[in-house]
């Protein structure tokens, strides 16, 4: 016959003690990790709403383009400073599936296009030689609308500037439409969009 196993009410006390403890600082953990996300949360809506407060000085509104961190890629481009990646609305990604700009087709109203744009830095960590993103330094958009914008080929053109430090973005006040419209008269016959969408 074994002997019984059967704990001490002393030992069963301490054991039930022990239990509580470990609940309640696994209560305290999990209520110090929601605070901490929720501060993230807070965080984070309150840079958005700051972001999509701002208006260029020729009226487009970043808020006009919410949601573009999630847009399709349509292109790249690597100038000596930076790093670029243009992304695009889904009713712009449908137009270039279409066939946009081509063919005298032009892009529909409402279309969307920004250059993400960051400072480049050679990858510590690659086994060769590349430039990956760095510090983003900026936003430059684009949106067509013909009636608010008539004497630019129907495209709104804006810069909005990103602070690394303070982690804001400001409206570039040098940046206007007449001037993004000059460098882009050269793509005139592709409505006025350099990039076309590449294949994948």
């Known amino acids: 016959m074994t ?3 059967r704990k001490s009410p002393a030992e069963e006390q301490r054991k039930g003690k022990n239990e509580m403890h470990a609940n309640r600082f696994a209560i305290v953990a ?3 990790l929601l ?3 929720g501060g993230v949360m807070l965080c984070a809506q309150d840079q958005d709403k700051d972001k999509y407060s701002l208006i260029s000085p020729d009226g487009v509104a970043f808020s006009d383009f919410k949601g573009y961190e999630d847009w399709s890629a349509v292109s790249s481009a ?8 243009i992304v695009a609305n889904p009713e712009m990604i449908k137009a270039y599936k279409s066939g946009s700009p081509v063919d005298g087709h032009s892009f529909p109203e409402g279309s969307m296009i920004v250059k993400l744009q960051w400072k480049p830095k050679k990858s510590t960590e690659a086994p060769f030689v590349v430039d990956v993103p760095d510090v983003f ?3 430059f958009v684009m949106e067509k ?3 608010r914008f008539p004497k630019t080929g129907g495209w709104g053109y804006a810069v909005f500037n990103y602070d ?3 982690g804001k973005f400001t409206p570039d006040p040098t940046a206007h439409a007449d001037c993004g419209n000059t460098c882009h008269m050269a793509v005139k016959a592709k409505d006025y969009i350099f990039h076309p969408y590449q294949v994948r």
């Open 3 to 5: 002997g019984s196993t």
């Open 30 to 32: 999990a209520t110090a």
């Open 35 to 37: 605070s901490i996300l």
């Open 78 to 85: 690597h100038q000596e400073e930076v790093l670029k990646v």
């Open 137 to 139: 330094k900026q936003a």
């Open 145 to 147: 609308d013909s009636k």
């Open 164 to 166: 690394a430090a303070s």
